[in-house]
């Protein structure tokens, strides 16, 4: 077993910076929660976010920016990677000491378990107007506990379902990386945790220090909270038949290796015709059909989003050849790749909130 991974407890003295903050406390305090099997990346590219902006080389004193990482009973927490973190405490009794309070989920959130005293302290930091964040599938968590009522939240596209099938009365997007609602600021996890540390620095300790950070993680730029998830998929959501959700799911995770239809139909477990009648009844499309959209789809979000020749494009959406793809594309769309791209309909380059470019 891994011995578990130290998270620091409490700031480190800072009397030798010259740019300390005036009132001798950081501008920005959060408190993290790790629930269990809670995602790796996320919580590590947060926290590192902070980390980075609130001292000056890299080291780590909780000057400008102060992080503690907690459980719900005090107890380590191990994540969705086998990596244990040795918490710094359990949850204190006044949440008000934090400008925020981050919930890290994980693969957790399909047991659908809450104990009762996370539950009252999140209710009870929700009342005293903490601000509260649900990164990856801890947004699921600030939804059991009660405090979420009629705001929208984004989560991962890989959970919408299960989140809407669980709260129903919670709209739920996946076209942002990060939703801030004012006094909850919900996101996707991954890699967009780390757009969002770098937002709440921006906003609390300025753009210098969000950039300082930008450039120690060796970013090329800051991603605003509108940039929609690279997710290729249609809603299910009315869809009641089991097999055609199963392999809609198994399709959306290989799109740059298109599995052929017997070995969707054994990942089901019916046979091939069976599968083709039911995809055709729950969506009109047969499942090879569905495929080649999702893939033509994500080639749409490439051509906008990543810098690559149309041939590369063509190969990460699952073609053998940039031909191949732009007939396929023209056929769909109307117009060719190339022609998409030119009419720059939806190509921009706007000011993100830290400063510098961000493709929307």
Not at 55 to 69: A, L
Not at 92 to 106: I, S
Not at 342 to 355: H, L, T, W
Request: proline content about 6%; glycine content about 8%.
């Amino acid at each position: 077993m891994q011995p578990p991974l130290s998270a620091p407890t409490e700031p480190v003295p800072y009397e030798d910076d010259a740019d300390a903050p005036a009132r001798g406390k950081p501008a920005l305090a959060v408190g993290i929660v790790l629930l269990d099997q809670f995602t790796l990346a996320a919580f590590a590219g947060f926290v590192d976010a902070l980390r980075l902006a609130g001292d000056h080389g890299g080291r780590s004193r909780q000057i400008h920016t102060s992080w503690r990482v907690m459980s719900w009973d005090g107890k380590p927490r191990c994540s969705s990677a086998g990596l244990t973190i040795d918490v710094a405490a359990g949850l204190p009794d006044d949440p008000e000491q934090f400008d925020y309070v981050a919930v890290c989920g994980g693969n957790d959130y399909i047991n659908g378990r809450m104990p009762e005293p996370l539950r009252d302290w999140l209710r009870l930091a929700a009342e005293r107007r903490v601000r509260l964040l649900g990164i990856c599938t801890g947004t699921f968590a600030l939804a059991q506990a009660g405090v979420v009522g009629p705001r929208t939240v984004c989560v991962h596209w890989n959970v919408l379902e299960a989140f809407r099938e669980r709260f129903p009365q919670t709209r739920a997007v996946v076209d942002r990386l990060f939703i801030d609602e004012g006094d909850l600021i919900s996101c996707a996890g991954s890699t967009a945790a780390i757009d969002l540390g770098l937002y709440l620095v921006a906003r609390h300790c300025g753009r210098d220090k969000a950039q300082q950070a930008m450039r120690h993680m060796m970013l090329q730029g800051v991603r605003p909270a509108r940039v929609p998830q690279a997710h290729f998929r249609s809603d299910l959501s009315g869809i009641q038949d089991l097999r055609v959700r199963q392999a809609a799911h198994f399709i959306e995770q290989r799109i740059d290796n298109p599995p052929p239809l017997d070995a969707i139909a054994r990942y089901v477990g019916v046979g091939r015709r069976q599968l083709e009648r039911a995809f055709r009844l729950a969506t009109g499309l047969s499942p090879m059909a569905f495929q080649r959209q999702l893939r033509l789809e994500y080639g749409c979000w490439l051509l906008l989003n990543k810098p690559s020749s149309i041939t590369q494009v063509a190969l990460d959406c699952g073609f053998a050849d940039g031909a191949h793809f732009s007939r396929d594309f023209r056929a769909h769309f109307g117009v060719s790749p190339r022609q998409y791209l030119q009419s720059g309909a939806a190509v921009a380059r706007e000011p993100d909130s830290v400063g510098g470019l961000a493709t929307v």
